[in-house]
């Protein structure tokens, strides 16, 4: 599933394609791909629009409109594809198209369980949400605060997207291993100097996993449909067997929460 490295990723490559483009049509090639309003209405709320900004929230690109904003969520296969003008609709998971002024972004979804949706206020409907991790709000003490008062594997609290936005199963496994964290060890006895380090290593592996344009395992690309980069920097997650860079243990895997979690049993307590 794209996490906060490759939706920001994806919103930095759309931002100088759409901003201040207007909306010319909207092609609805699955109807279900459409969270709200229905399907017709929904293209009615976007049709002739300006996008005026691009942003991402967590997980969510947020187009700022002329009235309301566009939400799109890419589940676990979704991508959002520039394409030119006058191509085709030769995806063959298109799932809706957006035709703007001289250019055509396609959501495409081999699994169905992206969407995207027209809201009134984008601060509303994402008011759930945690802190960004990237962001002054994300504080070592508001993580310390968080964590003591759950008895949950710090894994599912990083999961939590109230607690934290744009974090998933990649980049929390990824950032334990930095922090020399298990898994699975309950969120509440995490002394305050492993919460420093925790989130020293949440921040450190998401600006670098941005900079290297996200993580592609199966489906990801970016909006230009490339593949992230990200992969190769993995120290743990979907390397089961292998060596640890840091102490040659074993990297093991295990599920939490139903997840496939990657850990080093050697330097992670």
């Keep these: 599933m794209p996490e906060l490295p490759e939706v920001e990723t994806i919103v930095r490559g759309l931002r100088g394609v759409v901003v201040g483009k207007r909306i010319r049509r909207v092609e609805v090639h699955w109807a279900r791909s459409i969270a ?8 009615a709320r976007l049709e002739g629009q300006r996008v005026l900004g691009l942003d991402r929230r967590g997980k969510y690109v947020v187009g700022r409109l002329e009235d309301g904003f566009l939400l799109a969520h890419l589940g676990m296969t979704g991508q959002l594809v520039v394409a030119d003008a006058g191509e085709g609709d ?11 002024e001289g250019v055509r972004v396609h959501f495409s979804d081999v699994r169905k ?36 008062r759950r008895r949950v594997a710090i894994k599912a609290l990083l999961l939590d997207q109230r607690v934290l ?43 670098r996993a941005i900079g290297n344009r996200g993580t592609t395992l199966r489906d990801y690309r970016d909006s230009a449909g490339r593949e992230g980069g990200h992969r190769k920097a993995l120290r743990v997650y979907g390397r089961a067997g292998e060596p640890c860079v840091r102490c040659g243990t074993p990297i093991a895997r295990m599920v939490i929460c139903g997840r496939s979690s990657y850990h080093c049993p050697g330097c992670q307590h």
Aim: charged fraction near 20%.
């Design 165 to 207: 936005a744009g974090v998933g199963n990649i980049y929390a496994d990824e950032a334990l291993h930095g922090a020399g964290i298990a898994p699975w060890r309950q969120a509440c006895t995490l002394r305050l100097e492993e919460v420093d380090a925790l989130w020293r290593a949440i921040r450190g592996e998401l600006e």
């Design 113 to 148: 369980l992206g969407h995207l949706a027209w809201v009134p206020d984008a601060g509303v409907a994402l008011g759930s949400l945690g802190p960004e991790p990237l962001s002054a709000g994300f504080t070592v003490e508001g993580l310390a605060a968080a964590a003591a």
């Design 90 to 100: 030769d995806c063959r998971y298109l799932r809706v198209a957006l035709v703007l």
């Design 36 to 43: 709200a309003p229905d399907p017709a209405e929904f293209v």
